[in-house]
DNA sequence: TAGTGGTCTAGACCACATG
DNA sequence: ATGTGGTCTAGACCACTAC
């Protein structure tokens, strides 16, 4: 019933951080003092530390200490959902209708590697047979090889990438745009109405996977970001 | 020189997940078996897989196994800068120019605990004297007490926020809106023009701390997000 | 019920940065 | 020089759950 002492004593250091009782710059008990403290052994307080650095609450120095935090660069996570689920999970008939898709040299738009072939492919994404956003994508053919035997007419690109290809890093850009004419007629809005925008490029190790660029319809979809604490520190790859 | 031995294991294992050759429900060897291969205790192993089943990249179940998880829910971490600090770091000066303060009772907006007070904010954020967010914010007072003696003449309270307050748990919304004819007044557009939206509700523990509405100009501002994986698991406050 | 991961111990050696 | 964290060992007991 009770918790592992050592996640007890994360969670006794994460109360006291957040509440202020020890403030930033502030200097933790040393591992063996804590040892004493709770009675157990080195390795038990070193887990519960190192966690509190890997949340980004406290930083550890050799031969100085622990130390609380200042308030760090506050970060937040982004959840990119699979548009197709997130319409299907709010109750929606999620389509996705191909309108363009060909095949060219890299180079253009500054994706993919020098010489090789990128897939490029416009669509419209639809709630109820109502347009909320258009894409337009362009892929790593290289990187993606599998991808050349898919039929996009109705299976979104974005659904069918995020469950076969795994990837370590991205860039997403989000911005507001009023709807230029051509985006306007797809969206079936008036020109300059306001779309969000979410340009996204994905990476594994260093190749580029895909880069994508959607305009939403204001009225149909914005974006949630929950929570927060840093994330994990992780090794280069 | 060389990296330390369960970093190593973890390394390994992100790569060959990474690069598919570990397939998505592949399962991985036990513990008892690494410790062999890699010739080391199972707390080496045991940590370099808590690293990768923190990471996202594995699932661990009891009397089972190791296995490499589906791709994930994929989220991103979102940074949210200090809007003074990413202006500064862009070489240009930020101002804040106070626009209204009150106080007045919680409940309006759905903000604040019954009763208490609630500090409202409205002001405008400006780069090189060029209006671009507009900011409308609630903070409670019982939860940052300090804050009634802050002037807030200059000083943007998201500034002073993120330098005094530690929050735990944070959610934003982003949209586009069309400017609305005070906000589009406010920063200097027509009416209508496309504006990004960013709402961000922060809270320590079960208390909310402050509620902000942001419009930015579309010409002037947006977002970037970085870098994947999703952020470690954390225990309930 | 037996195999798996979750947690913990009581040591140890080492690298490092600070005093 | 020395105290601090970083890492590792070779065990151990337990909880859980899939078999």
Redesign the interface.
């Known amino acids: 019933m009770t918790?592992p002492l050592g996640?007890r004593i994360?969670?006794q250091f994460?109360?006291r951080?957040?509440?202020?009782e020890l403030a930033p710059g502030e200097r933790l008990p040393t591992e063996a003092e804590l040892m004493q403290q709770f009675g157990c052994s080195r390795?038990t307080v070193s887990k519960a530390l190192s966690?509190l650095a890997?949340?980004g609450l406290i930083e550890r120095r050799k031969r100085a200490g622990s130390f609380v935090s200042r308030?760090r660069?506050?970060?937040?996570?982004?959840?990119?959902?699979?548009l197709a689920e997130e319409v299907a999970a709010r109750g929606q008939t999620h389509r996705y209708r191909l309108i363009r898709r060909d095949v060219s040299e890299a180079g253009i738009a500054h994706f993919g590697p020098a010489g090789g072939q990128v897939l490029a492919l416009d669509g419209l994404h639809l709630a109820d047979n109502v347009p909320f956003a258009f894409e337009q994508r362009l892929v790593d053919i290289a990187a993606v090889p599998d991808i050349a035997d898919v039929d996009f007419g109705h299976l979104a690109p974005g659904s069918w990438l995020?469950?076969?290809?795994?990837?370590?890093?991205?860039?997403?850009?989000?911005?507001?745009?009023?709807a230029s004419g051509s985006i306007a007629d797809w969206l079936d809005v008036e020109p300059?109405?306001?779309?969000?925008?979410v340009e996204r490029r994905?990476w594994?190790?260093s190749d580029s996977i895909t880069f994508v660029r959607q305009h939403?319809r204001?009225d149909q979809?914005?974006?949630?970001?929950?929570?927060?604490?840093?994330?994990?520190s992780?090794?280069p790859?």
């Open positions: 918790k996640e994360r969670s994460e109360a951080i957040l509440s202020g390795m966690a890997d949340a308030p660069v506050h970060s937040m996570v982004l959840d990119i959902p699979d995020l469950r076969h290809v795994p990837w370590d890093e991205a860039e997403t850009r989000i911005a507001a745009e009023g300059g109405t306001a779309t969000l925008v994905t594994r190790g939403f204001a979809y914005d974006l949630v970001a929950r929570f927060g604490q840093r994330s994990a992780r090794a790859a």
